[in-house]
């Protein structure tokens, strides 16, 4: 896949940069750009795209056109792609009614827990045949924990489950008390002491 056609369905906070992913409107398929072999996040430069009124960073719902220079999946983001440092350009947007062609559907998220012990992926214990889902939840409360961390609690198939939030509207929301529509966008992170935390990523 040299060129494609994404809608962005996350443009998160990571390492103070930007974690971006999407679904690919040609296969459906999720692809997370990134800078390097290692999944590394991308610069605010890198995540912008060009439009008639100018360039801007990325926004969930924009459909862009990316340039890739190869597939460079890892055990526990097997989504990920290395951009060829094109200039992204957006070719209009999906409307918020339009999520629901988008959704996964999966069991679980990567099991019960908050994270995913990394060496249970790379000894194959633990398959990620994909790190990434677009789900509807249920009971979806966002609230900040005793640490002052950003969290989303929420229900689905049964399981309560209570993740980060990377999300840079989350405050936003919050503080404005925005009605959300109760789709997430899920990410799996990168390894972090042993483990890849799950990570909300889009508030929708």
């Not at 929420?154 to 399981?159: A, E």
């Amino acid at each position: 896949m040299n060129n494609a056609e994404i809608v962005i369905l996350a443009n998160s906070v990571k390492h103070h940069q930007h974690c971006v992913a999407g679904k690919c409107t040609a296969t459906g398929q999720w692809v997370r750009p990134v800078s390097n072999t290692n999944g590394a996040e991308l610069s605010h430069a890198q995540a912008q795209c060009q439009n008639p009124h100018g360039t801007f960073n990325v926004k969930p719902l924009q459909k862009v056109l990316m340039g890739f220079s190869a597939h460079v999946p890892l055990a526990h983001q097997p989504e990920n792609y290395v951009i060829d440092g094109s200039m992204w350009r957006q070719n209009y947007r999906i409307s918020d009614g339009e999520l629901n062609q988008y959704l996964d559907q999966p069991d679980d998220i990567w099991g019960n827990a908050d994270r995913v012990p990394h060496a249970l992926i790379l000894s194959g214990q633990i398959v990620v045949g994909q790190s990434l889902y677009l789900m509807a939840v249920d009971n979806l409360n966002l609230y900040r924990n005793q640490y002052n961390r950003r969290r989303a609690s929420f229900l689905y198939r049964g399981t309560n489950y209570d993740l980060a939030v990377t999300d840079p509207s989350f405050d936003r929301i919050t503080q404005n008390n925005e009605a959300v529509k109760g789709i997430l966008c899920v990410s799996l992170g990168e390894e972090y002491q042993g483990d890849c935390f799950k990570l909300v990523a889009t508030v929708f």
